[in-house]
């Protein structure tokens, strides 16, 4: 079998709280198939429109022999093909969530306990949006980073690799309103002429005022006509946020798309006090919106009683060459920034990409794998154990598990150890300076040789 060196989940990127992407996320079968013999198409050149053309019987092909893997976690593998990326990282996926943080804002200002919870609810809602984009993200480098910072609401956010094998991500956001903590470790299960995305995490979202700790698990993903037919995305099954502190739950069921489209995206259900009774009803599309009206035991909305839209999704731009929002746009955008040199926008691949050079961005992917390569043989010269992240800390297998929640062994427990919050974001330098240029998230800076210059071929 090939190399394994760069596996990771793509529901980061789709699913950005429990993946992501989930994020973690990201964001068709082709989002995590393929990791090392990578064939990057630029969506706006004439490469892409062939790739298109000769996607069926290429994908038919590449399948052939690989019965083997039925119903197994393919996560990992890195031998199958891809014909499509987007210039963006699984780390940025993940932190898609914050496009909806102002949610959180008015969650923690809102007395109504139950109505508290549907404002976080609205927020969960957000990555949900960017779940269909047919195109690859970057599997981050160990110890690459992706900071991003909203200054008119004080919300500072980091994410980090933290493990290769398995791929983990982690993350940290917050204000002085609340604080978002995300551990992503996504499995999948091949089917043949689809793939399940289970996302597997840790996420837990704590309001400052109340000292209420919630816990979301939510429902699993499936990227149907992988070898034939029009490649989709469905997410279907129980969602469910429990208020650790109070007992409090939302449950929500994705519909499952059934023939002809009928029930897809549809959302309802209700949060319930610690006793089991229903207290607000839930109910929208997880693609568009989601309403909050108090109900009766029953689960039916009270007459006379006022339904507030929790959570509403952006427009998103028209004929956009990879299906970006807007807020990934801002995202990628290197404009007044000056982040650090693991960021994820310098990375010279992702970068090159964005600019339509898919040869050159090839050549750079292949330098940073590696690169990685070369780091893990001198981790190994010296009888490293184990490599130590920069920004959060591995806790022990005896940390608590709230109800619900994935066992240690599944989602090892990550904690922000809040150096980067002393930070103050450097003044920002000009876009060119940052676009692909500097990358350098390694341990062993001085063993490469192509160091500051992994674009050239």
């Given at each position: 079998m090939a190399d394994q060196e760069e596996g990771n989940g793509w529901m980061a990127s789709a699913w950005s709280i429990g993946a992501a992407a989930w994020n973690y996320a990201a964001d068709t079968v082709n989002s995590f198939m393929g990791y090392e013999d990578l064939n990057v198409v630029d969506p706006t050149s004439g490469e892409a429109k062939a790739a298109e053309t000769d996607l069926s019987d290429e994908r038919q092909k590449a399948f052939t022999g690989y019965k083997e893997y039925l119903g197994k976690d393919i996560t990992s593998l890195v031998i199958l093909p891809v014909w499509i990326m987007q210039p963006f990282t699984m780390l940025q996926n993940m932190a898609e969530i914050m496009e909806y943080s102002a949610a959180l804002d008015k969650?923690?200002?809102?007395?109504?306990?139950?109505?508290?919870?549907?404002?976080?609810?609205?927020?969960?809602?957000?990555?949900?949006?960017a779940i269909e984009r047919p195109w690859k993200p970057f599997n981050p480098i160990l110890g690459e980073t992706f900071e991003y910072y909203q200054p008119e609401r004080g919300v500072k956010y980091l994410a980090e690799q933290v493990s290769h094998h398995p791929p983990v991500g982690v993350s940290h956001g917050e204000n002085d309103l609340w604080t978002y903590d995300l551990v992503s470790a996504v499995k999948t299960k091949f089917l043949g002429n689809s793939v399940e995305v289970y996302p597997i995490g840790r996420t837990r979202i704590k309001l400052k005022g109340t000292d209420e700790v919630y816990s979301l698990v939510p429902p699993p993903t499936k990227a149907h006509n992988l070898i034939v037919g029009s490649i989709w995305i469905d997410t279907f099954g129980d969602y469910t946020l429990l208020n650790a502190t109070t007992g409090a739950k939302a449950h929500l069921f994705f519909q499952p798309c059934g023939w002809f489209g009928a029930g897809r995206y549809e959302v309802s259900g209700t949060i319930k006090n610690a006793e089991g009774v229903p207290m607000i009803a839930l109910s929208g599309k997880w693609n568009s919106h989601m309403d909050a009206v108090k109900c009766d035991e029953n689960g039916d909305p009270v007459e006379g009683a006022e339904t507030v839209r929790v959570w509403t999704c952006r427009e998103k731009p028209e004929n956009d060459p990879y299906s970006f929002t807007h807020f990934a746009h801002e995202l990628n955008s290197c404009e007044g920034v000056n982040p650090m040199a693991s960021d994820s926008r310098r990375r010279p691949d992702r970068a090159l990409l964005e600019l339509g050079k898919s040869s050159e961005s090839a050549v750079a992917k292949h330098h940073l794998e590696e690169m990685q390569r070369a780091e893990r043989r001198k981790r190994e010269e010296e009888k490293k154990e184990t490599w130590k992240p920069r920004w959060f800390n591995a806790l022990d297998e005896n940390a608590e598990v709230l109800p619900g929640e994935f066992g240690n062994e599944e989602c090892p427990q990550w904690e922000f150890n809040g150096e980067f919050l002393a930070l103050e974001p450097k003044p920002a330098c000009k876009p060119e300076e940052v676009q692909g240029k500097g990358f350098s998230p390694w341990e062993y800076p001085d063993i490469h040789p192509k160091l500051g210059i992994e674009s050239e071929r």
């Open positions: 969650a923690a200002t809102c007395e109504d306990p139950y109505m508290r919870m549907a404002w976080v609810v609205g927020f969960t809602m957000g990555p949900f949006a």
